[in-house]
Protein backbone atom coordinates (compact mmCIF):
# COMPACT_ATOMS: atom_id res chain seq x y z
CA UNK A 1 0.00 0.00 0.00
CA UNK A 2 0.84 3.70 -0.48
CA UNK A 3 2.01 5.46 2.32
CA UNK A 4 3.38 8.83 3.37
CA UNK A 5 4.70 9.76 6.41
CA UNK A 6 5.48 13.02 8.13
CA UNK A 7 7.22 12.20 11.89
CA UNK A 8 6.83 15.73 13.47
CA UNK A 9 3.87 17.29 14.09
CA UNK A 10 5.70 20.19 14.90
CA UNK A 11 8.89 22.09 13.92
CA UNK A 12 10.30 25.14 15.63
CA UNK A 13 12.90 26.89 14.81
CA UNK A 14 14.35 30.06 15.40
CA UNK A 15 14.50 33.24 12.27
CA UNK A 16 17.78 32.97 9.73
CA UNK A 17 18.26 29.14 11.29
CA UNK A 18 18.58 26.07 8.45
CA UNK A 19 14.85 23.98 8.88
CA UNK A 20 14.13 20.55 7.69
CA UNK A 21 10.78 19.11 7.50
CA UNK A 22 10.76 15.25 7.56
CA UNK A 23 9.60 12.73 5.16
CA UNK A 24 9.28 8.90 4.33
CA UNK A 25 7.43 6.91 1.72
CA UNK A 26 6.44 3.63 0.85
CA UNK A 27 5.13 3.09 -2.88
CA UNK A 28 5.56 0.43 -5.61
CA UNK A 29 7.43 1.52 -8.71
CA UNK A 30 8.85 4.88 -9.14
CA UNK A 31 8.34 7.53 -6.76
CA UNK A 32 7.14 11.04 -7.38
CA UNK A 33 7.22 13.15 -4.89
CA UNK A 34 5.92 16.77 -3.90
CA UNK A 35 6.03 19.30 -1.35
CA UNK A 36 3.07 21.70 -0.55
CA UNK A 37 2.32 24.62 1.75
CA UNK A 38 -0.85 25.99 3.02
CA UNK A 39 -0.85 29.31 4.86
CA UNK A 40 -3.82 30.00 7.36
CA UNK A 41 -7.43 29.69 5.99
CA UNK A 42 -6.00 28.94 2.47
CA UNK A 43 -5.55 26.20 0.29
CA UNK A 44 -2.47 23.61 -0.66
CA UNK A 45 -0.01 25.63 -2.75
CA UNK A 46 2.82 23.46 -5.03
CA UNK A 47 6.37 24.18 -3.97
CA UNK A 48 8.52 21.73 -5.28
CA UNK A 49 8.26 18.32 -7.01
CA UNK A 50 10.74 15.18 -7.55
CA UNK A 51 10.51 13.22 -10.93
CA UNK A 52 14.18 11.91 -11.69
CA UNK A 53 17.34 13.44 -12.28
CA UNK A 54 19.34 15.16 -9.76
CA UNK A 55 18.28 14.16 -5.88
CA UNK A 56 18.20 17.81 -4.47
CA UNK A 57 15.38 19.49 -6.13
CA UNK A 58 15.00 23.44 -5.30
CA UNK A 59 11.39 24.76 -5.64
CA UNK A 60 9.39 28.10 -4.43
CA UNK A 61 10.60 30.69 -1.59
CA UNK A 62 13.97 29.31 -1.53
CA UNK A 63 12.77 26.04 -0.20
CA UNK A 64 14.53 22.90 -1.84
CA UNK A 65 14.11 18.95 -1.01
CA UNK A 66 16.28 16.57 -0.91
CA UNK A 67 15.43 12.51 -2.41
CA UNK A 68 17.18 9.70 -0.83
CA UNK A 69 16.02 6.25 -2.42
CA UNK A 70 17.89 4.01 0.08
CA UNK A 71 16.22 5.52 3.21
CA UNK A 72 12.87 6.02 0.99
CA UNK A 73 13.30 10.23 2.22
CA UNK A 74 12.43 13.36 1.04
CA UNK A 75 13.02 16.08 3.62
CA UNK A 76 12.36 19.87 2.94
CA UNK A 77 15.06 22.24 3.91
CA UNK A 78 15.57 25.70 3.73
CA UNK A 79 18.91 27.06 4.55
CA UNK A 80 17.72 30.21 6.51
CA UNK A 81 13.99 30.21 7.58
CA UNK A 82 12.11 33.50 7.67
CA UNK A 83 9.22 34.21 10.09
CA UNK A 84 6.89 34.08 6.72
CA UNK A 85 7.42 30.77 6.54
CA UNK A 86 5.53 29.40 9.19
CA UNK A 87 2.79 27.51 7.27
CA UNK A 88 1.69 23.40 7.59
CA UNK A 89 3.34 21.93 5.11
CA UNK A 90 2.57 18.47 3.52
CA UNK A 91 4.93 15.79 1.40
CA UNK A 92 2.80 13.70 -1.11
CA UNK A 93 3.52 10.48 -3.59
CA UNK A 94 1.82 10.61 -6.89
CA UNK A 95 1.46 7.13 -7.83
CA UNK A 96 -0.61 5.74 -10.62
CA UNK A 97 -2.73 9.55 -10.71
CA UNK A 98 -3.43 9.18 -7.02
CA UNK A 99 -2.20 11.48 -4.71
CA UNK A 100 -1.40 10.22 -1.18
CA UNK A 101 -0.51 13.31 1.31
CA UNK A 102 1.30 12.82 5.18
CA UNK A 103 -0.40 14.50 8.33
CA UNK A 104 1.21 17.55 7.58
CA UNK A 105 3.78 19.43 9.74
CA UNK A 106 3.29 22.65 11.40
CA UNK A 107 6.29 24.77 11.24
CA UNK A 108 6.99 27.82 13.42
CA UNK A 109 9.33 30.19 12.85
CA UNK A 110 10.15 32.22 15.75
CA UNK A 111 11.64 35.82 15.28
CA UNK B 1 -2.47 32.61 -13.67
CA UNK B 2 -4.24 29.39 -12.84
CA UNK B 3 -6.97 29.41 -10.59
CA UNK B 4 -9.55 26.92 -8.62
CA UNK B 5 -12.56 28.34 -7.50
CA UNK B 6 -14.98 26.92 -4.62
CA UNK B 7 -18.27 28.37 -4.36
CA UNK B 8 -18.50 29.05 -0.61
CA UNK B 9 -15.55 29.47 1.76
CA UNK B 10 -17.48 28.70 4.68
CA UNK B 11 -21.38 26.75 5.01
CA UNK B 12 -23.26 26.00 7.68
CA UNK B 13 -25.88 22.95 6.74
CA UNK B 14 -28.24 20.89 9.58
CA UNK B 15 -28.11 17.17 10.12
CA UNK B 16 -30.41 15.64 6.50
CA UNK B 17 -30.05 18.44 4.43
CA UNK B 18 -28.15 17.64 0.87
CA UNK B 19 -25.33 19.54 0.60
CA UNK B 20 -23.69 20.86 -2.67
CA UNK B 21 -19.82 22.36 -2.77
CA UNK B 22 -18.93 23.47 -6.15
CA UNK B 23 -15.53 23.33 -7.93
CA UNK B 24 -14.34 25.44 -11.08
CA UNK B 25 -10.96 25.34 -12.51
CA UNK B 26 -9.86 27.67 -15.42
CA UNK B 27 -6.91 26.11 -16.96
CA UNK B 28 -8.69 23.18 -19.46
CA UNK B 29 -7.71 20.36 -16.45
CA UNK B 30 -8.61 17.04 -17.04
CA UNK B 31 -8.16 15.53 -13.36
CA UNK B 32 -9.97 17.33 -10.32
CA UNK B 33 -10.38 15.93 -6.92
CA UNK B 34 -12.57 16.53 -3.41
CA UNK B 35 -10.36 16.00 -0.38
CA UNK B 36 -11.44 16.55 3.59
CA UNK B 37 -8.31 17.73 5.62
CA UNK B 38 -8.80 17.09 8.87
CA UNK B 39 -6.49 17.82 11.73
CA UNK B 40 -3.99 15.14 12.16
CA UNK B 41 -5.35 13.43 9.58
CA UNK B 42 -3.93 15.01 6.27
CA UNK B 43 -6.14 14.89 3.24
CA UNK B 44 -7.77 12.47 2.18
CA UNK B 45 -9.03 11.59 -1.19
CA UNK B 46 -12.83 11.58 -1.50
CA UNK B 47 -13.69 11.01 -5.27
CA UNK B 48 -11.64 12.14 -8.32
CA UNK B 49 -12.37 12.31 -12.15
CA UNK B 50 -10.39 11.84 -14.69
CA UNK B 51 -12.99 13.23 -17.55
CA UNK B 52 -16.20 15.04 -18.46
CA UNK B 53 -18.75 12.22 -16.75
CA UNK B 54 -16.31 10.04 -15.58
CA UNK B 55 -16.08 9.63 -11.63
CA UNK B 56 -13.63 6.94 -9.42
CA UNK B 57 -13.96 6.71 -5.50
CA UNK B 58 -11.12 7.50 -3.36
CA UNK B 59 -10.45 6.43 -0.28
CA UNK B 60 -13.42 7.41 1.75
CA UNK B 61 -16.44 7.94 -0.42
CA UNK B 62 -19.06 6.93 1.90
CA UNK B 63 -21.64 9.02 2.60
CA UNK B 64 -20.79 10.94 -0.73
CA UNK B 65 -21.51 11.71 -4.10
CA UNK B 66 -19.83 13.60 -7.34
CA UNK B 67 -20.96 14.74 -10.79
CA UNK B 68 -18.87 16.15 -13.70
CA UNK B 69 -20.94 17.26 -16.72
CA UNK B 70 -18.63 19.86 -17.90
CA UNK B 71 -14.92 19.77 -17.84
CA UNK B 72 -14.14 22.83 -15.84
CA UNK B 73 -16.71 22.43 -13.20
CA UNK B 74 -16.80 19.25 -10.50
CA UNK B 75 -19.57 19.23 -7.87
CA UNK B 76 -19.40 17.42 -4.80
CA UNK B 77 -22.80 16.55 -3.02
CA UNK B 78 -23.60 14.88 0.31
CA UNK B 79 -26.87 13.10 -0.21
CA UNK B 80 -27.84 13.68 3.88
CA UNK B 81 -25.32 15.55 5.57
CA UNK B 82 -24.27 14.19 9.15
CA UNK B 83 -22.16 15.84 12.10
CA UNK B 84 -19.03 13.53 11.15
CA UNK B 85 -18.80 15.29 7.42
CA UNK B 86 -18.09 18.69 9.14
CA UNK B 87 -14.65 18.95 7.69
CA UNK B 88 -12.21 21.58 5.31
CA UNK B 89 -13.55 20.29 1.61
CA UNK B 90 -10.10 21.38 -0.85
CA UNK B 91 -11.27 20.85 -4.71
CA UNK B 92 -7.70 20.21 -6.71
CA UNK B 93 -7.26 20.14 -10.59
CA UNK B 94 -4.03 18.86 -12.50
CA UNK B 95 -3.07 18.31 -15.81
CA UNK B 96 -3.11 15.17 -18.08
CA UNK B 97 -2.98 11.73 -17.12
CA UNK B 98 0.59 11.88 -15.57
CA UNK B 99 1.94 11.26 -12.31
CA UNK B 100 4.54 13.90 -13.25
CA UNK B 101 2.03 17.05 -12.59
CA UNK B 102 1.15 18.73 -9.55
CA UNK B 103 -2.32 19.93 -8.58
CA UNK B 104 -3.82 23.37 -8.06
CA UNK B 105 -5.65 23.83 -4.93
CA UNK B 106 -8.83 25.92 -4.17
CA UNK B 107 -9.28 27.89 -1.16
CA UNK B 108 -11.08 25.20 0.58
CA UNK B 109 -14.82 25.44 1.99
CA UNK B 110 -15.06 25.01 5.65
CA UNK B 111 -18.24 23.02 6.07
CA UNK B 112 -19.71 22.87 9.64
CA UNK B 113 -22.94 20.46 9.92
CA UNK B 114 -25.16 20.88 13.45
Known amino acids: AQSVAQPEDQVNVAEGNPLTVKCTYS??????LFWYVQYPNRGLQFLLK??????LVKGSYGFEAEFNKSQTSFHLKKPSALVSDSALYFC?????????FGSGTKLNVKP | DVKVTQSSRYLVKRTGEKVFLECVQDMDHENMFWYRQDPGLGLRLIYFSYDVKMKEKGDIPEGYSVSREKKERFSLILESASTNQTSMYLC?????????????FGPGTRLTVT
Open chain 1, 27 to 32: VSGNPY
Open chain 1, 92 to 100: AVNNFNKFY
Open chain 2, 92 to 104: ASSLGDSQLYEQY
Open chain 1, 50 to 55: YITGDN
